[in-house]
């Protein structure tokens, strides 16, 4: 411990507390709580080992024009099924002995001592790591004022958005500047920058891979996924990555499938007896999108698929509840330094210890929307005493079985990924909670889904997405091959 607790250091946890407490409590209390923190200190022996050392350098303006990347690199340490295969990271999954910034000012100088297990796994698969991707300032995006250490651009054109919070993922996966990106999902944060930038990208089952190494904005509604150049890729990555972990007690349900096979079977197959659910829900917000969504599917069905109407029960509870439980947990895990309290999971004692410094040290650098995300969590947790936090998982669970009602009867859910187009730089996205509506209810349901490319409105990409059963992301996968096959979309330049 840094220094011994004085009466006075009690007075203010008690009165943080709403506890009132007289000095001569604190002075008892202070002394035992220098007795306990002697005993706390056996524990420095299970401090984790230094960072490795492995080579990075910065990005330039040249060399990564559309500012994909924040940090890169070039990391490989096995040969195994995605030998050959490069992967640019989200810079809020760890990298041994690489800067994680979580795209913050407040961890600028923060390196992580070992891999998350995303990372590890792609490793010993054989993939190459070159690089750490761009993102909004810890995942809350949406405009200019989040991407707090490099504005990056839209491939498609620079001047717009490319979709937040995995910004640089999407860049570099719709360029092909990688063949496989890292992301993370907790509204629509790989859909968007797939659907923005143009490229297939997926946001699986909850539970399905595991969180360890990664810095989370809400815990039951982040999901770390893909994006890549291609629905194989997707696939292949996939196989890779999903799976039990025992260090994330998340995944202890997970049910694992051959996804590339999935795709190669699907690759060329017939579309027969493919029934594809088209919520009413989730179409008018655009129509000008829709219009472009509904033609692919219409070509789907003039080759063998079925198109069926269906509803989504209990739809609209999805916006009250990510939003109670999104504000709730983030409030929460970043008053702990990022420490999931009532969760089993490893250790990561020099990621607490940089967030303690950064939010003491350089609290007043934080851009205005993650601290707005905070105080609301305050204000939440203060005024209704996480009453809603409770409801909203009352609410969670009709929503669930709303959207397994809708599936009951089809092989997959579709829509239009993001109902509107990029907008450009210091325009702002407008109604953000419109811009999540097809995106977001699935982070709150927990089922995956996947984006790809299916048109363009004014030059700009459109997406088209498809939703599937809680751990079938076999079908939505194969499902979006076999619109590939169809759609040849024209790849931007990272240039």
């Known amino acids: 411990m840094s220094q011994q607790p004085s009466p006075e250091d ?9 506890i009132p407490v007289d000095e001569e409590t604190a002075t008892a209390f202070a002394e035992q709580f220098a007795q306990q923190d002697l005993l706390l200190e056996g524990l420095e022996a299970l401090a984790p080992p230094e960072p490795p ?26 040969s195994g099924p995605l030998d050959g295969m490069t992967v640019g990271v989200k810079d809020n999954l760890a990298v ?49 004022a989040t991407m707090r250490l490099r504005l990056a651009g839209n491939p498609h054109d620079p001047d ?46 909850r539970g399905l891979v595991s969180h360890h190494g990664f ?14 150049p291609t629905v194989e890729n997707l696939a292949r990555g996939l196989d890779v990555i999903a799976g039990r972990d025992d260090r994330d007690e998340r995944t202890r349900g997970a049910e694992v499938d051959d996804y590339a096979a999935a795709v190669e079977a ?24 829709d219009e472009v969504t509904r033609d692919a599917l219409d070509r789907l069905e003039a080759d063998g698929a079925e198109l069926v109407e269906v509803s989504i029960p209990d739809y609209d509870l999805w916006l009250p509840a990510w939003l109670a439980l999104g504000m709730t947990e983030v409030g929460n895990y970043f008053r702990a330094n990022a420490t999931n309290h009532w969760l089993f999971s490893e250790p990561w004692p020099s990621l607490n210890e940089a967030l303690q410094a950064g939010f003491e040290e350089s609290g007043d650098e934080l851009g205005a929307t993650f601290v707005g995300a905070r105080l609301y969590a305050e204000h939440l947790s203060k005024a209704t005493g996480d009453r809603y936090y409770s409801l909203a998982h009352a609410a ?50 927990g089922h995956p889904a996947v984006s790809v490319p299916c048109g363009t409105v004014d030059d700009l990409p459109v997406g088209l997405q498809f939703v599937g059963e809680h751990f079938d992301e076999a079908t939505i996968l194969a499902t979006a091959t076999h619109w590939s096959d169809r759609y040849d979309w024209a790849q931007p330049s990272a240039e």
């Open 215 to 228: 810095v989370q904005y809400a815990k039951t509604l982040d999901n770390v996924g893909l994006l890549a």
């Open 53 to 78: 050392e492995r080579d990075h350098w910065e990005p330039t303006e040249a060399d990564d024009p559309l500012a994909a990347f924040l940090t890169r690199c070039d990391v490989s340490e096995s």
């Open 396 to 445: 969670r669970q009709r929503l669930t079985a709303g959207v397994d009602d809708a599936l009951a009867d089809v092989d997959v859910l579709a829509s239009t990924t993001v109902p509107m187009l990029a907008p450009k730089w210091g325009e702002g996205v407008g109604d953000v909670f419109g811009a999540l509506a097809n995106t977001a209810p699935f982070n709150v349901s």
């Open 10 to 18: 009690v007075q203010r946890y008690a009165a943080r507390a709403g």
């Open 266 to 289: 699907a690759a060329g197959g017939t579309l027969d007896g493919l029934t594809i659910g088209l919520p009413e829900e989730l179409f008018g917000n655009a129509p000008d999108l």
């Open 96 to 144: 041994a002995g690489v800067p994680m910034t979580c795209g913050s000012p407040v961890l600028e100088s923060y390196v992580p001592e070992f891999d998350a297990t995303v990372v590890e796994r792609l490793l010993d698969a054989g993939a190459r790591i070159v690089g750490k991707t761009n993102m909004d300032e810890l995942a809350f995006g949406g405009e200019e």
């Open 160 to 205: 717009r958005h490319p979709g937040s919070s995995s910004a640089g993922s999407g860049i570099v996966a719709a360029t092909g500047e990688v063949d496989l990106a890292v992301g993370s999902d907790t509204g629509g944060s790989i859909r968007f920058p797939a659907a923005w930038s143009g490229a297939p990208g997926i946001k699986p089952t």
